[in-house]
C-alpha cells in the first residue's frame, strides 16, 4: 500500500437486549436489560484495538455503555445524533401483534419493501440512509485517520455496511445485526482518487 494512503478504521457495535422486550424501538429510548449490557461488555472482552475515540448514539441503550467503557479507557467521548435509529414514528413502543391488529396490511408491505413502504409518521429509509451517511462523512472529516468505535443500532450498521458494499437500499433487510454485534469497516483515503470503502467484518459477540 502507498504511502499516501491513510486508513480510517471504524469498529461498529450494536447495543445489546433492552429492558422493554421485543417492540418496534427506533427512536424509544429504552435501557438496556442486565442481559444486554453483559452481551456488549462480552462482546469487546477480549479487545485488542487502540481505540482513540468512542461515538456514541444519544439514546440510552448505547450511551450507558458507550460512557462507562469511555470513563475505563479514558477515551474521549462525542455524541452523535445522526447515529440514532430510524423512526418508527405511530409504530415506536408497540410489538408486532399491536400493529398487525391495527394495520395488518401496511405492516405486511413494509416487510416486503421497506424502501417503498415507511410506517405511519416514521422516517422513510432513503432519508434515513443518507443521515448515517451525511454522519459518516462528517466524522471522516473530523477524525480521519483514527480508530474510533462507534456505538449505535442495528439499523444504522445495515445503512453503513450498504455504503460501503454499494448495496441497494431495498438489500439492508436481509442483513442481520443481532445485539452486541460487531463489524469493522476501513475507509482508505488516496489524494488521487475518492475514498474507498471495505467491510473487514461482521461477526456476533
Excluded at 499516501?4 to 447495543?15: A, E, F, M, W
Excluded at 462523512?137 to 477524525?143: F, M, Y
Excluded at 455496511?161 to 482508505?188: E, G, N, S, W
Aim: aromatic share 6%.
Amino acid at each position: 500500500m502507498s504511502s499516501r494512503v491513510s486508513v480510517t478504521t471504524l469498529d461498529l457495535l450494536r447495543h445489546g437486549a433492552c429492558a422493554d422486550g421485543d417492540i418496534f424501538r427506533g427512536r424509544t429510548d429504552s435501557l438496556l436489560s442486565q442481559v444486554g449490557l453483559q452481551q456488549m461488555r462480552q462482546a469487546i472482552e477480549n479487545n485488542t484495538s487502540e481505540w482513540k475515540a468512542i461515538i456514541s448514539s444519544p439514546l440510552k441503550r448505547c450511551l450507558q455503555f458507550s460512557q462507562q467503557l469511555a470513563d475505563q479507557q479514558k477515551l474521549p467521548l462525542a455524541i452523535e445524533a445522526d447515529f440514532q435509529e430510524i423512526s418508527f414514528g405511530d409504530w415506536e413502543g408497540l410489538v408486532t401483534e399491536e400493529i398487525e391488529a391495527d394495520s395488518g396490511k401496511q405492516l405486511e408491505a413494509y416487510w416486503l419493501d421497506r424502501e417503498n413502504n415507511t410506517p405511519p409518521n416514521g422516517e422513510a429509509l432513503v432519508d434515513f440512509h443518507q443521515r448515517t451517511f451525511s454522519a459518516l462523512q462528517q466524522l471522516l472529516k473530523q477524525r480521519r485517520g483514527a480508530h474510533q468505535l462507534i456505538v449505535t443500532h442495528g439499523g444504522v450498521i445495515r445503512s453503513l455496511i450498504a455504503h460501503a458494499l454499494q448495496m441497494p437500499l431495498k438489500a439492508m433487510q436481509h442483513i442481520d445485526v443481532p445485539y452486541a454485534c460487531r463489524t469493522q469497516i476501513k475507509v482508505f483515503h488516496s489524494p488521487d482518487h475518492p475514498d474507498w470503502m471495505q467491510l473487514m467484518h461482521h461477526r456476533p459477540y
